[in-house]
């Protein structure tokens, strides 16, 4: 009769990365090492650990007394099961695991119960003590849960998928599984019953998901969307428990918010979903601050924010006293959808105009009252005096024959519609026309026909549009030598002409005066032109016998 015997060879893995440890199930250690080459260790042996960190640590549960940043102990494995020896390393914690036998070669063959962690998938090696020998899974015709295993040849037993705590697949839904293996050296076979237990540990929060991430512009500020947060630990403690989420013992979620947006939101509440259970809760923009509303969302003011959501555990793990909270965050974009808005009036830059600008002259710029700054409009012009402008685009012209005079017409009325793809507004304006000081001018004609050896000549007179009186005044140079001109017009020669000899300029008796008329603000200059004619002398009386018509001129 062939005797199985059994031996445990544990994932090395398990709970870790990037780290060579020999019998090492947990933590995420920077260094450390577990220098036995047993599977297993009998009670009273010893095993040798060493560690190398950067800090000073302490151990605790199943060795203890503060350690040094590195070194290597033999310490003993004191009891059946579960010999666990941890670091305190500055707030990183390390674990290693040792099973303690009372069977220096494993378990005895009368052992038929196994317990180890979820998510490995090794899960004991038979001890082969001749070549002789193999290994084999009895099929139970789905009685047991042989299904789940393979056996090879050499005698390891291991999952064909990694059991997960949270979702048993045995056959009992309570994660102990059970089968029958079987060995033969080819002309014996031993059967054996085992009871493979799964043990949890702290998984980490795996997901998070945001059931909408648009929300419509000009809407109070209200829900984003439902967060969603997936941890398999939590779904467990869920299912066995029908209290609150706050008095629920076991792995709770919380949620955090950061990023550059993080102060508008909000997760006031979180509620526990039954199937498939989650923690959900609504994330929402915040009250106003300073006196509680709601916040408007405005498109046109900020259309994009950028926000992380981290859901982090309560970092209960099942065989350690210490709590290591695990954690998992995502980056979301809350995005306002644009609305078209309605136009609700019009506005011009302007509604003053200069007396005498040209025709065709920009008035105004139009623009249409509406929230929505990217929207298109087009405008219609009506009213009283809409045939003295044209549009052009979104501006208001004057027409290509009007050139306004205050003195003539000093206000236009004119009204403008506006009108965007839905909605449309009309507004009626009065533009003003300013008054500008105007340059005065003369009412007489400038020119005048004297005959020779006389002083006086005209009186002037002028006119202003503003009504402000006129005055005037001698200019210089031409024949301004030989004038003397008063303020209110008055033209004399500073001496009597003589026919026979000329003083002007061109000798032609034809004298250029230059005058200065003003109304205070403005000045108009012109010149006055005064011809001398002939008298002939018969018995002492002069007679007349030239008259000379010239062309006037106004300077300015």
Sequence with gaps: MLTLVSKFKFLRTLFFSGLFISLILNSSITQAALTSDKDLVSVGSSVNLSWSESSSCSAYDDWSGSKGQSGSESVAVS???????????????????????????????TATKKSMFEKQLDVLRFYKPSEDISFSIINSSGSMDDALFSMSSSGALTFKSAPDYEDPKDIGGNNVYNLQVAATDGTDTDTKNLEITIKNFNDAPSDISLSSTIVDENTLASTVGTLTAYDDDLLLTAKNSTMALGE???????????????????????????????????LKFKRNLSNGSLIGLDYETKSVYSITITIVDSGISPNSSISTPLSYSEDFTITLSDKDEPVTGVSLSSLIMNENISASSLVAEI???????????????????????VLSGNNLLLASTLSPDYETKSSYSVTITATDAATTASQTFTLQVRDLPEYPASSVTNYKSIAENGTAIATLTGTDNNSADVTFSLGTGQDAAYFNVDPDGTIIFTRAPDYETPLDTDLDNIYEVPIVMTNGVLNTYFTYYVTVSDVEEVGGIELASKVSTVKTQEEE
Aim: aromatic share 14%; proline share 2%.
């Design 79 to 109: 009891k059946v099961g579960w010999n666990i020896f941890s670091l305190n390393c500055n707030g990183s914690y390390e674990n290693v695991y040792v099973y303690g036998t009372l069977f220096s070669t494993g378990i005895a063959a």
């Design 367 to 389: 623009s249409a009252v509406t929230e929505d700054k990217s929207d298109t409009h087009t405008y219609a012009l009506s009213g009283t005096d809409a045939s003295s402008f």
């Design 248 to 282: 629920r013992t076991g792995d709770t979620i919380s949620f955090q918010i950061s990023g550059t947006d993080a102060q508008y939101f909000e997760i006031p509440t979180l509620y526990v979903s039954s199937d498939p259970v989650t923690v959900y809760g609504d």
